[in-house]
């Protein structure tokens, strides 16, 4: 089985700065596509930023420019730098990713979630 754990994120004041992580674990073979989505009360959960596994990224409007992501594959992590915070995006961050723990065979995968908090 696979795990798929977040971290980073807390209170921040608007035009803050965070680092969320997203550490996977398991009889990993191989990652695929990563990507963050959030969602925030009341709302569907949207999708934030994602980079394949050769390090092509792409972002929603609402963050381009602001949201980078990036990924150490050594360490089976992928990042969510978070820059000029805005309060709407307060929300549950949530990874995702495609992992194969058997050759040919992708699942795809969430987290727990990481709460991100914009406020004065």
């Known amino acids: 089985q696979v795990q798929l754990v977040e971290s980073g994120g807390g209170l921040v004041q608007p035009g803050g700065s965070l680092r969320l992580s997203c550490a996977a674990s398991?009889?990993?073979?191989?990652?695929?596509?990563m990507g963050w989505y959030r969602q925030a009360p009341g709302k569907q959960r949207e999708w934030v930023a994602a980079?394949?596994?050769?390090?092509?990224?792409n972002y929603a409007d609402s963050v381009k420019g602001r949201f980078t992501i990036s990924r150490d594959n050594a360490k089976n992590t992928v990042y969510l730098q978070m820059n000029s915070l805005k309060p709407e995006d307060t929300a549950v961050y949530y990874c995702?990713?495609?992992?194969?723990?058997?050759?040919?065979?992708?699942?795809?995968?969430w987290g727990q979630g990481t709460q991100v908090s914009v406020s004065s």
């Open positions: 995702n990713g495609d992992v194969s723990t058997i050759v040919g065979i992708a699942t795809n995968y």
């Open positions: 980079i394949s596994n050769v390090g092509s990224t």
């Open positions: 398991g009889r990993i073979v191989s990652i695929y596509t």
